[in-house]
């Protein structure tokens, strides 16, 4: 195929006539979709070669695979990605150039792609770029939602979920391979180990080209989208309901067992999909089943995809005739786990009579399982009759997703060292009792080439004048700036780039929400899900408490460096407090903003649909990154890796990959308060807490509940809140809210000292070399997976 990118003219040559080949239109005529979409054809294209050579070299050199299981992959747009990583954005660049045409402004053509929300799947996404960069057979498994998580629109201050129907666009860098399509039964019922009268669902998968960094390396991400099978005789309503309902929507709501059914098997079909097809494309490269797992590893991301491992166990046994105990010996060999949390509500619990109706066979599967991993535990005698009834695979009434994946692991991961800590000494304490070998921790990381290289490019010009070039392949290298960090002319040119990238910003939130934000002001910025562990609660609390001493103490008022708030985040349809946490902020910000006695020196914004384009917008703008959760709750982060990169200074707990970024930059450079680990643990401990002696003891905290209930007709309108903050206060924002205020205090007057602050941002970007995912995916390899390298001999 001919290489449409060698040269700007062949570039040109080919746009043109692409474009008018496929829209009958010349250049002046056509829209900016037009243009994007004909680029990004001409790019896929251009991909397919590299892409076919990469399968091919694996399969030839019968190499080893990473199949990276996981419910989420937040890509974002993928047209500036594939556009660097495949070295052409130059080349497109200057012919678009010639042509007259804005680049940027095609590039946001694209959706986001909906098949992700929080960190989990931008995490994913990002282990995708590092692997196919550091050129490893990494590929990725999960669901081709229909629509996204949801579009968020903030009306009369609260949150209004739309559906996110990202397909209606065409997407075009996946393509469908129908000859891959695998059948999957569901509910009957079993007679000797046989699933009768099965309903049959079909499982089609699509693949989406994953770009190496110039290196020629173009893997995947398979996503399994569900359509009725040929082998459902009988197909009603009811059917048609459940193909359609699997992959309709990330995380549907799962308040009625309708909802739980989908959700389960949601998780089911996008698992055992992978795995058949890892099986059927095993066995046709002539490999024994036996030796499964030395070409295999399944790296099972969260606990969505734990039924990756009692689907194993029954291929090898009902299909492969394998005994037990070998197919146990290749399933533990293949399989391993990385835990992302340790809150007790993401640790998957499925209702035994639900998971029994949908699959029958999987959950007997389950219970021999369940009573080999007893007997185990018993023969060890370390263990009493409490502590093996609470680490059973199966309890009274619930299946435990978590503990499946511990015990049918070989490796076991947190994400960042307290979180591994955590869960090796308290939350998982007796299974790393049972199991000290298998717990291992595996910090997490973003990718640079999308966080820094291409959301900073005025960071980027800078960092090559200083240091060179060499940094963009080993991000270790950043710490040559550490030299600069009190340079004057270094220190103004890091000025020069946080304003332009506020002023990017607040272009963009003056544009759609009608605030207008002093650029000149702290960006103080926290984006992240909505949860009460976040502490979102928190920073309004004191936004409220600012906003009133401004308007009561004039000294005070008269110190205060202006200081903009931005809020983005989206809370499940169903949380209700996230949801009501979302509508105070959003209604203290309208006040706050139309306050002319106040609002030259206190705004606040809650972006809304907060996403990965806009968050690219919003990273390298913070002057203060927001990492405020309670300790032990977070287990790592990754936006605090994506601000402290792009010059943000930390002001957080102690918490996640908070405390490895203090360990790489300096405590002296960020901004900590709150309570340790260790002091929350023993508030949990000791379960005697009472938020409300706080409250009366501080009249701070009095006054802004006050404030709180003047907001609105109904003075109780946010008690659902304030009664949750004096008679639980889980999360401990009572507790840790006079050393916030502190920690603030210390904020704004640090800003104030330019030549001081740019040292701490200087010496967080030199020192946030750490967090890129490359060394995250490279520690994977080396510990876990054991993957060699794809040598295509072309860079």
């Known amino acids: 195929m001919k290489n449409n990118f060698k040269t700007k003219n062949d570039f040109k040559n080919a746009f043109l006539s692409k474009l008018n080949e496929t829209y009958k239109v010349d250049l002046k005529e056509s829209t900016v979709y037009q243009r994007y979409n004909v ?30 299981f996981s419910m989420e992959f937040l ?25 007259g045409i804005d680049l940027n402004e095609v590039e946001h053509a694209e959706v986001d792609a909906g098949l992700g929300n929080g960190g989990l799947g931008r995490l994913a996404a990002c282990f995708l770029d590092s692997s196919a960069s550091l050129a490893l057979p990494l590929y990725g498994n999960s669901l081709r939602y229909k629509h996204g998580f949801f579009v968020q629109e903030i009306k009369d201050h609260k949150q209004v979920e739309h559906k996110d129907p990202w397909l209606n666009q065409e997407f075009i860098w996946e393509s469908r391979d129908e000859e891959n399509a695998i059948e999957i039964p569901l509910f009957g019922y079993v007679e000797h180990t046989k699933l009768i009268n099965p309903v049959w669902i079909k499982a089609v998968p699509y693949d989406v080209k994953v ?21 459902q005789k009988h197909q009603d309503e009811e059917y048609m309901k459940i193909v359609d309902g699997v992959d309709d929507q990330l995380y549907p709501d799962d308040s009625t067992e309708d909802g739980k059914t989908i959700r389960l098997l949601q998780s089911y079909i996008f698992s055992a999909a992978g795995v058949k097809h890892a099986i059927k494309e095993h066995k046709a490269l002539g490999r024994s089943i036996k030796e499964f797992h030395k070409y295999y590893t399944f790296q099972i991301n969260d606990t969505h995809p734990t039924l990756v491992i009692p689907e194993l166990m029954r291929i090898f046994m009902d299909e492969e005739g394998i005994g037990y105990d070998e197919a146990w010996n290749i399933t533990t060999n293949t399989c391993a786990f990385t835990n992302h949390t340790i809150l007790a509500e993401a640790l998957e619990k499925w209702d035994k009579g639900i998971f029994r109706n949908l699959l029958p066979r999987i959950y007997e599967i389950l219970q021999e399982m369940n009573r080999r991993f007893k007997q185990i535990l018993e023969n060890d005698g370390r263990f009493n009759n409490e502590q093996i009834y609470l680490m059973s695979l199966i309890g009274h009434n619930h299946v435990r997703m978590a503990h499946i994946c511990i015990f049918g692991s070989f490796s076991v991961n947190g994400v960042a060292a307290l979180h591994t800590d955590i869960l090796k000494h308290i939350e998982m304490k007796n299974f790393y009792t049972l199991y000290p070998n298998k717990f291992n921790n595996k ?22 004048e200083k240091i060179g070039t060499s940094w963009r392949e080993d991000l270790t290298k950043l710490e040559l700036l550490d030299p600069f960090k009190d340079d004057l002319e270094t220190q103004k040119q890091i000025d020069d780039m946080k304003r332009a990238k506020k002023q990017a910003l607040a272009d963009r939130i003056y544009a759609e929400q009608g605030v207008k934000l ?12 909505l949860h009460e562990y976040k502490r979102q609660l928190m920073n309004i609390l004191h936004i409220i408490y600012v906003y009133q001493r401004l308007k009561s103490d004039e000294s005070f008022k008269k110190d205060y460096y202006p200081h903009s708030f931005i809020f983005g985040a989206k809370a499940a349809p169903s949380y209700h407090m996230a949801k009501a946490v979302i509508e105070l902020i959003d209604t203290v910000a309208a006040v706050v903003n139309n306050d002319k006695d106040t ?12 996403n990965v384009t806009y968050a690219e917008y919003i990273m390298p703008a913070a002057d203060l990154s927001e990492q405020i959760s309670t300790a032990t709750k977070e287990a790592s982060g990754t ?6 990169m792009n010059g943000a200074i930390t002001i957080g707990t102690m918490d996640g990959a908070n405390v490895e970024i203090v360990q790489e930059a300096g405590k002296e450079n960020n901004i900590i308060f709150g309570l340790s680990a260790e002091e929350v643990s023993k508030i949990y401990e000791k379960n005697g807490y009472k938020p409300r002696e706080i409250y009366d003891q501080d009249p701070r905290l009095q006054n802004v509940f006050k404030f709180i209930r003047t907001l609105k007709k109904n003075p109780a309108h946010f008690d659902y809140i304030l009664n949750n903050l004096l008679n639980s206060d889980y999360f401990l924002v009572m507790k840790d809210f006079n050393s916030y205020v502190k920690a603030h205090e210390v904020a704004n007057e640090a800003y104030k000292d330019r030549k001081g602050w740019l040292h701490k941002s200087i010496m967080n970007i030199a020192h946030s070399g750490f967090f890129t995912s490359d060394r995250t995916i490279a520690n994977y390899n080396k ?10 001999n072309n860079k």
Do not use: C
């Open 639 to 644: 936006g605090n890796m994506k601000f402290m």
């Open 211 to 231: 770009v190496g960094d110039q290196n020629g390396v173009v893997t995947s991400l398979r996503l399994w989208s569900t359509e009725p099978s040929d082998k």
């Open 518 to 529: 002093d650029v000149n002001s702290i960006f103080d910025i926290q984006v992240k899900r």
């Open 443 to 464: 910090t997490n990381g973003i990718t640079h080439r999308r966080w820094l290289i291409h959301t900073n490019k005025e960071l980027v010009q800078i960092l090559d």
């Open 599 to 610: 609002n030259d020196l206190l705004k606040v914004v809650f972006v809304e649909n907060y």
């Open 39 to 68: 680029l990004a054809h001409l790019l896929d294209e251009s991909l397919e070669d590299a892409f076919q050579k990469t399968n091919q070299y694996v399969n030839d050199h019968q190499m080893k695979k990473t199949i990276y």
């Open 75 to 99: 890509m974002g747009r993928l047209i500036t990605n594939n556009l660097q990583n495949s070295g052409y954005y130059d080349i497109v660049k200057e012919g678009f150039n010639e042509l």
């Open 783 to 792: 510990d876990i997976w054991h993957l060699e390298t794809i040598k295509l």
